[in-house]
Structures are given as structure tokens and as C-alpha cells.
């Protein structure tokens, strides 16, 4: 395939979905003849037969990106974005849950209100309450509360993007789950809508309760995005310089006690002091170096959090 750009990718992110992608292919095939397009298909080092099935189909418009190992969901879903060539850019799960008969509803969304994200809401999810839904209520609402970013489905992965926001996003660890958020980030103008959702019939999910509590500290990570991630100084620095203070103004009322012929040694309130000058000191020196860290990341080489195997087609 040649690398003139399309009309639209399809990037789907796969890890052991065998007996689920080439149906996913063909199905994606049927709705979108006429457009042109292409699938960019990411095995993220998939165990079973995922990958030895997909490359086996005969398609002009696809393209498997091969991961040398299991990256994660996010890093497979930055390897696929970094490689599709459409000026829109749809991301899918390959379990067959989401249905390829949204991508066009949703593309003719983005484009005439110029949408820059136009985020899939599931409407009748058909998944287990207890491994699935609940997780899903948790998450959503916690990402909600302290982002104060109102979408209704974070954990729907089919979405429709500018080509331009989706290569520009740094999706890395695991803030695909995140991605609204980290498009408002960019100034992106962002819709939803809602889409269908099937039960799944061939393999198990990969999700679980264990995924609300990773949310926690994706959370505080996107809050010092938010307000800190270009200025760690007026964080690190604030909380260093307040320590600091507070243990200077310990030791000043200690000495004052001294003066006056009190005895000071050996008092909780002086070794406290002492901690938090110390503290105070190892925050700023936080503060400094993230500050030079952080201008080491901005002007540093593009690294990619995955690393590509081989691409197919």
C-alpha cells in the first residue's frame, strides 16, 4: 500500500482476538465500500492466532502493524494513529463489540459541525454489571469529578478524529481511556453521540474491577497535566516553599526560646522543625529539577512508547 493520504483509517487494536478480526475486516469492508479508506490493524503482541489470521487476508486497503511484545492498549493505539494517512482517523475496538455501522454516522458528525473529536457513547451495553459496567461507572465518574471534562462514556473506545488532533495526543501508560481529556488539552472541539454495542462472542474481556483503582492515580497524573505540566515549579516549588517556612518560623520561636534562657533541646516541636526545612528543601529541589526535565521532554527527539516489529500489506 502506498502512502498517499485517504479519506479515512480505521486503526483497530488487537490483543488475542482471534476469530474476531477477519470478521471485523470484512464487516468494516461492506460498510465502507466506496470511501476511501484504509484499516491499519495493530497486533499487540497477541499470544493466540490473532496475527497468523489477519495477515492471511487478501485486502488492498489493509495494513498490520506488528508490535514486538504486549505494549498495552495505549502504546498500540499510538503505533496505529502514527501510521494511518487518513484526514479522519477512527479508533475501534476488535472484540466486535463496537459496530462498523457507526463509523460513517459519526464521520458525517466530525464534519459538518467540524468537530475535532466526536467521542461514541454505548448505548445498551452488553456487558457484565460486576466486571464490566460498575468499573465503567466508577471510572467515568471519578475522570468527571476532577477533570470537569462532561463526557457520558470515557471508556468507549470508538471515536472519530481530526487526522492533525490524533498524531498530536500523547497517549502513553495508559491514558487511552483519557483521551477527551487529553484533547481538550489541545483546544479540541469535542461532541458525542450515541452508538450500538453487541455482546461479545468470541474471547474474554481484558478488563476488570482492578481498573477503577488505576484510574486513581491516572487522575492526579492528568491533574498535574492540567495545571502543572509546563510549570512543575509552581507546584513543587509552592508546597517546598510553605515546608520550608513553616519549619523556619519552628526554629525561629525555638531560638527566641533559647534567648530567653528556656531549654531547647530534645523537643518534638524542634525535630519537627528540623523535617520540614528538610522537606521544604527536597520539594524545590523537586520543583528544579522537573523544570529542567520538563524542557528536556519538550526539546528532546520524538520517542514512541512502543516498538514496531514488522508492518504487513
Same mark, same amino acid.
Given at each position: 500500500? +502506498?502512502?498517499?493520504?485517504?479519506?479515512?483509517?480505521?486503526?483497530?487494536?488487537?490483543?488475542?482476538?482471534?476469530?474476531?478480526?477477519?470478521?471485523?475486516?470484512?464487516?468494516?469492508?461492506?460498510?465502507?465500500?466506496?470511501?476511501?479508506?484504509?484499516?491499519?490493524?495493530?497486533?499487540?503482541?497477541?499470544?493466540?492466532?490473532?496475527?497468523?489470521?489477519?495477515?492471511?487476508?487478501?485486502?488492498?486497503?489493509?495494513?498490520?502493524?506488528?508490535?514486538?511484545?504486549?505494549?498495552?492498549?495505549?502504546?498500540?493505539?499510538?503505533?496505529?494513529?502514527?501510521?494511518?494517512?487518513?484526514?479522519?482517523?477512527?479508533?475501534?475496538?476488535?472484540?466486535?463489540?463496537?459496530?462498523?455501522?457507526?463509523?460513517?454516522?459519526?464521520?458525517?458528525?466530525?464534519?459538518?459541525?467540524?468537530?475535532?473529536?466526536?467521542?461514541?457513547?454505548?448505548?445498551?451495553?452488553? +456487558?457484565?454489571?460486576?466486571?464490566?459496567?460498575?468499573?465503567?461507572?466508577?471510572?467515568?465518574?471519578?475522570?468527571?469529578?476532577?477533570?470537569?471534562?462532561?463526557?457520558?462514556?470515557?471508556?468507549?473506545?470508538?471515536?472519530?478524529?481530526?487526522?492533525?488532533?490524533?498524531?498530536?495526543?500523547?497517549?502513553?501508560?495508559?491514558?487511552?481511556?483519557?483521551?477527551?481529556?487529553?484533547?481538550?488539552?489541545?483546544?479540541?472541539?469535542?461532541?458525542?453521540?450515541?452508538?450500538?454495542?453487541?455482546?461479545?462472542?468470541?474471547?474474554?474481556?481484558?478488563?476488570?474491577?482492578?481498573?477503577?483503582?488505576?484510574?486513581?492515580?491516572?487522575?492526579?497524573?492528568?491533574?498535574?497535566?492540567?495545571?502543572?505540566?509546563?510549570?512543575?515549579?509552581?507546584?513543587?516549588?509552592?508546597?517546598?516553599?510553605?515546608?520550608?517556612?513553616?519549619?523556619?518560623?519552628?526554629?525561629?520561636?525555638?531560638?527566641?526560646?533559647?534567648?530567653?534562657?528556656?531549654?531547647?533541646?530534645?523537643?518534638?516541636?524542634?525535630?519537627?522543625?528540623?523535617?520540614?526545612?528538610?522537606?521544604?528543601?527536597?520539594?524545590?529541589?523537586?520543583?528544579?529539577?522537573?523544570?529542567?526535565?520538563?524542557?528536556?521532554?519538550?526539546?528532546?527527539?520524538?520517542?514512541?512508547?512502543?516498538?514496531?516489529?514488522?508492518?504487513?500489506?
Amino acid at each position: 500500500m +502506498d502512502n498517499h493520504e485517504c479519506e479515512l483509517s480505521v486503526v483497530l487494536v488487537a490483543y488475542n482476538e482471534e476469530s474476531n478480526g477477519v470478521e471485523l475486516i470484512r464487516r468494516i469492508h461492506e460498510v465502507l465500500e466506496g470511501v476511501d479508506y484504509e484499516i491499519v490493524f495493530v497486533d499487540d503482541g497477541s499470544t493466540d492466532n490473532t496475527l497468523k489470521e489477519v495477515i492471511s487476508v487478501d485486502h488492498s486497503r489493509l495494513k498490520v502493524i506488528e508490535l514486538q511484545r504486549n505494549f498495552g492498549q495505549s502504546a498500540a493505539l499510538a503505533a496505529g494513529i502514527h501510521h494511518a494517512r487518513g484526514t479522519h482517523i477512527v479508533t475501534m475496538d476488535a472484540d466486535l463489540q463496537n459496530d462498523p455501522d457507526d463509523i460513517l454516522p459519526m464521520l458525517h458528525v466530525a464534519r459538518s459541525g467540524d468537530w475535532d473529536l466526536v467521542a461514541g457513547i454505548r448505548k445498551k451495553r452488553h +456487558d457484565g454489571f460486576l466486571l464490566r459496567k460498575l468499573p465503567s461507572l466508577i471510572a467515568n465518574s471519578l475522570i468527571r469529578r476532577s477533570t470537569g471534562i462532561k463526557i457520558k462514556d470515557y471508556g468507549c473506545t470508538l471515536k472519530v478524529f481530526k487526522r492533525e488532533l490524533a498524531q498530536n495526543l500523547a497517549i502513553y501508560g495508559e491514558l487511552h481511556r483519557f483521551i477527551p481529556v487529553l484533547a481538550s488539552f489541545e483546544g479540541a472541539t469535542i461532541t458525542q453521540m450515541e452508538v450500538k454495542h453487541h455482546p461479545r462472542t468470541h474471547g474474554r474481556s481484558k478488563y476488570g474491577l482492578s481498573r477503577s483503582f488505576k484510574v486513581l492515580s491516572d487522575v492526579l497524573l492528568l491533574i498535574f497535566f492540567r495545571k502543572y505540566l509546563d510549570r512543575p515549579m509552581h507546584l513543587f516549588g509552592l508546597i517546598g516553599l510553605l515546608l520550608f517556612l513553616s519549619g523556619a518560623a519552628i526554629q525561629a520561636y525555638l531560638l527566641g526560646l533559647k534567648l530567653f534562657g528556656h531549654d531547647i533541646w530534645g523537643r518534638p516541636v524542634m525535630i519537627l522543625g528540623f523535617i520540614l526545612l528538610v522537606l521544604g528543601i527536597q520539594f524545590i529541589t523537586t520543583g528544579v529539577m522537573a523544570e529542567l526535565l520538563m524542557r528536556t521532554y519538550y526539546e528532546s527527539q520524538n520517542k514512541k512508547p512502543y516498538k514496531v516489529r514488522k508492518i504487513h500489506g
